[in-house]
């Protein structure tokens, strides 16, 4: 499950959540990213991840900085980690300068 920022809405299942980074990586090229601060906490079968990041891609011609956190659950299964959940906290987005 994908919980929109703000809790605005979700999306669920394996192939939703894939055709969204599909959707993406298809249509936006990415100039850079930054994670910092991860941070990983497990408890038996479930571990929850964070970490702030910062991109700078590009779509349809135009640039745009993001920065947030991720936060992200996973469970263990099958002897894999398989991510069950995930949403984007204070998600900060807006057109950048060319050359940037």
Do not use: I
Not at 79 to 89: D, E, I, K, S, Y
């Amino acid at each position: 499950v994908m919980a929109f920022p703000g809790f605005a809405g979700r999306a669920a299942g394996r192939e939703t959540m894939l055709a969204g980074f599909r959707h993406f990586c298809q249509n936006a090229r990415v100039h850079e990213f930054d994670e910092q601060a991860p941070e990983a906490d497990v408890a038996g079968e479930t571990a929850v991840v964070t970490f702030r990041y910062g991109m700078l891609y590009e779509r349809s011609g135009k640039r745009y900085r993001a920065s947030g956190r991720d936060f992200w659950v996973f469970h263990w299964q099958n002897g894999r980690w398989l991510a069950v959940w995930r949403t984007m906290l204070d998600p900060h987005e807006m057109e950048a300068e060319r050359g940037c």
